[in-house]
């Protein structure tokens, strides 16, 4: 960076500790206000020699602090009881003992976090990172081991000569002059520092990447990733035939399934199944769910024959026909299991309780079309008496 | 900085404090003796009160010296005879807890033989829970409390006159020794007087409860005691206040600490919900008592915590003065809670509450009474020790 003839200020280097805090001492009792302290590492009474107030940043971190106390009981009221309550342990929903973790990691965070953003916007001036007194020599030597003091061109009381006269009469050394930059601050989008920066995260972020990911990578449990089990269409090494997927074992039985004893018969069989089901409010709503869905598409949502595929196809006989009210369950069950001319089997549609539940509701169906005027008498007779 | 030398000049304490000290301990044993006339269990739970609140103030002020020698600080030489004034109550425990030795029948539960042999829980904690091993437990601490104590002091108090280094030395490997014990005896001497008061209670916690309320009423005692002498020029002329400061900022981080103790125990009992454990707080909560363990809260935690936040107040003799008297008043509901619900039980009111007082108070008079005759005997800055010169240059 180009410096120009402006002058920022003046410094002075000192030796020990003890001086320099005289320095601070005398400097601030002599009514300058821009001036400041530059020391290798924290020394202890420099507050009081400089006359410093208490930083404000103390404020920052209450206020954030606080928010995050707030943010945090707001978050956890929130979601714990207004969005998605939950019985834990049957506490209430607003446990505030339980709440009290959160919410001080919470204050923790929001005021360190605060605290940091806060000193590097208010106090150090970001994004402008550069500061006449850096790449100067005083501050390659305050850095290392000695200590230096600075007073400002900009103090009202400046004057080049009794500045010199004062650093002098305290016993500093290499009393020097430093100059403004030419421009104060633009490196921070300067195309040069931006492509260092961008250079330095993809070399930092690969170079991270490839040495924990590739040449460092160790599998410490890797027993999930590689499993001694066969996958569909996988070769096989063990196997003679090479295949991976192997035929069950002659005479095995897939869990779950029931097989049908006449399975093989077209005509109905002379002595068919029971219904195992029992009559309930459950089993026809099971078979009104599966009649609607597999059944009504051609016999009728009553089961008439009377559906919107009519004279589309070979018309499905009316399920209220003399025949099929005679029929036992189990008739009705094999036309379902089997399939009956154009009709197709249905026992890879439906369980075996799903048809039965269905024959069930089609036995239903057919009381209810074919009930006797005295039948329906009692039947309300029986309702109305059961509802009064 | 090499101005003048300002020399410590020894200084007699107004006799008026000692009639202060005689005046509390009067006026507290006669209001406690009609407290005993009146209803004498309640009394003798009073009793245990003023002993424990002698007793955490005179071992927080021991630990003090003990951590001072450990982590070799500067910066609290100049004051350390204060809490060394305070930690004499120490060789004094035996002879104060003599009477508790009579209490013991009506103080706590597992002492009477009859009760013990119908009971499986306390059958089972009779080994450690019975009056021989109790008085053994309780003598032994006492004197190695003691022996550590008068160990210490000699030593200081001879390097006032040899300022012989090597007693330092001896000081910090004696210290070294005793912070590990003072940590075991400290919960012993929580679960043996406090605790067992509930035998069939317990709390892993517990003593690390009672400790951070003991180093709590320590610091604040010697932080009332380094202001008002310091205020009325009876200590080093160039003691400052960044000394204070520090003081300051122990007794804040010590509020802090005993919150999160006492926090982290009811949390995980509240949390688990056991009814072997929940009682225990039930009792304190219910009646009268939540009004007392809220006001514990707010007094003992958020008031103190507000109270010395900000960084002036730390320094500012006047806040520090004021927050000292209230963290002290705090540790005594502390140890009121802790101890009294274990007598009043169901009963709940705050009849002739007064009686209750009136140990605490006499313990007040004994602190105030044993200060003033060390104060008179020995000086009140450590003259010998070699770390006084960087310990009066502490700067913050």
Redesign the interface.
């Given at each position: 960076m180009e410096r120009n003839t402006k002058l920022h200020g003046l410094v002075a280097l000192f030796d020990t500790p003890d001086q320099i805090i005289h320095a601070a001492e005398k400097v601030s009792h002599s009514g300058y206000k821009d001036f400041d302290i530059h020391t290798p590492y924290p020394v202890h009474g420099m507050d009081d020699a400089m006359k410093l107030k208490p930083s404000k940043l103390g404020y920052v971190t209450l206020v954030f602090g606080l928010s995050g106390a707030a943010f945090a009981l707001l978050l956890m009221w929130w979601t714990m009881v207004v969005d998605y309550p939950m019985n834990i342990g049957g506490k209430p929903f607003f446990s505030l003992p339980a709440f009290i973790p959160v919410t001080f990691e919470l204050t923790v965070l929001f005021a360190t976090l605060a605290t940091v953003i806060g000193m590097i916007t208010f106090f150090f001036r970001f994004p402008d990172n550069k500061h006449p007194l850096h790449d100067t020599p005083y501050m390659q030597q305050v850095s290392r081991d000695k200590y230096g003091v600075f007073i400002g061109a900009s103090d009202p009381k400046f004057n080049a000569k009794e500045v010199r006269a004062l650093f002098e009469s305290l016993g500093g050394k290499q009393i020097s002059e430093i100059m403004e930059f030419e421009k104060t601050w633009q490196d921070a989008f300067n195309p040069k520092f931006i492509g260092i920066l961008v250079t330095t995260v993809i070399l930092v972020s690969g170079g991270t990447y490839f040495t924990l990911n590739k040449l460092l990578y160790i599998t410490p449990f890797n027993w999930m990733e590689h499993q001694f089990r066969g996958v569909p269409q996988e070769k096989s090494d063990f196997f003679a035939d090479s295949r991976m997927m192997r035929e069950p074992v002659a005479g095995s039985v897939a869990r779950g399934h029931m097989p049908y004893e006449f399975k093989d018969s077209v005509a109905q069989p002379a002595d068919p199944l029971e219904n195992p089901l029992v009559n309930s409010a459950e089993v026809f709503r099971l078979g009104q769910k599966k009649y609607l869905t597999f059944c009504s598409p051609c016999h009728g949502n009553y089961g008439d024959g009377d559906s919107r595929l009519n004279q589309q196809f070979p018309n499905p006989p009316s399920l209220h026909t003399a025949k099929l009210r005679e029929w036992k369950d189990g008739n009705i069950y094999h036309v379902i299991t089997n399939g009956q001319n154009v009709m197709p089997s249905y026992s890879h549609q439906m369980t075996v309780k799903e048809r039965w539940a269905v024959v069930s509701y089609i036995r239903a169906l057919q009381k209810a079309k074919n009930a006797s005027e005295t039948e329906i008498e009692q039947f309300r007779k029986e309702n109305t008496s059961n509802g009064n | 900085?090499a101005t003048k030398e300002m020399s410590y000049v020894k200084k007699e304490l107004p006799g008026k404090i000692l009639n202060i000290g005689i005046a509390l301990l009067a006026i507290g044993l006669i209001v406690g003796a009609f407290g005993l006339l009146l209803d004498p269990t309640r009394a003798k739970f009073s009793y245990l009160l003023g002993f424990f609140y002698l007793l955490t103030i005179g071992m927080g002020s021991l630990f003090l010296i003990s951590l001072e020698y450990v982590v070799n600080a500067d910066w609290s030489t100049p004051i350390r005879r204060i809490p060394e004034f305070f930690a004499a109550t120490v060789p004094l425990f035996i002879v104060v807890a003599i009477p508790l030795f009579f209490f013991i029948h009506d103080l706590y539960h597992w002492s009477h033989t009859d009760a013990v042999s119908s009971d499986a829980l306390l059958k089972l904690k009779e080994p450690y829970l019975n009056i021989t091993f109790f008085v053994i437990r309780v003598v032994a601490t006492f004197v190695i409390w003691a022996l550590y104590y008068f160990f210490i002091v000699r030593n200081s108090r001879k390097q006032d006159e040899t300022r012989d280094q090597k007693l330092t030395k001896r000081n910090i490997v004696a210290s070294a020794i005793f912070i590990p014990v003072f940590a075991i005896t400290i919960t012993f001497s929580a679960i043996d007087w406090m605790m067992s008061l509930e035998p069939h209670w317990f709390s892993t916690i517990y003593g690390v409860y009672v400790f951070s309320g003991t180093m709590l009423a320590g610091l604040a005692a010697t932080t009332l005691a380094v202001v008002l002498l310091k205020d009325n020029g009876y200590l080093h002329p160039k003691m400052t206040n960044?000394h204070l400061s520090s003081l300051g900022g122990l007794l804040f981080g010590f509020v802090n600490f005993w919150a999160y103790i006492a926090?982290s125990q009811?949390?995980l009992i509240?949390?688990a919900?056991l009814p072997e454990e929940t009682f225990w707080f039930i009792d304190r909560w219910e009646g009268m008592w939540g009004a007392i363990t809220l006001t514990l809260i707010v007094v003992h935690f958020l008031v103190p915590y507000a109270l010395l936040l900000?960084?002036?107040a730390k320094k500012d003799p006047k806040r520090l003065k004021f927050a000292a008297v209230w963290i002290l008043v705090a540790h005594l509901l502390d140890l009121y809670w802790l101890i009294m619900p274990q007598y009043h039980g169901e009963k709940s009111g705050l009849h002739y509450i007064l009686t209750e007082f009136g140990f605490p108070i006499a313990a007040i008079g004994v602190l105030i009474i044993v200060f003033y005759f060390n104060f008179k005997k020995h000086n009140a800055v450590p003259v010998g020790d070699p770390k006084l010169d960087r310990g009066l240059n502490?700067?913050?």
């Open positions: - | 900085m960044d926090f009811f949390l509240w949390y919900n900000p960084a002036p502490f700067r913050l």
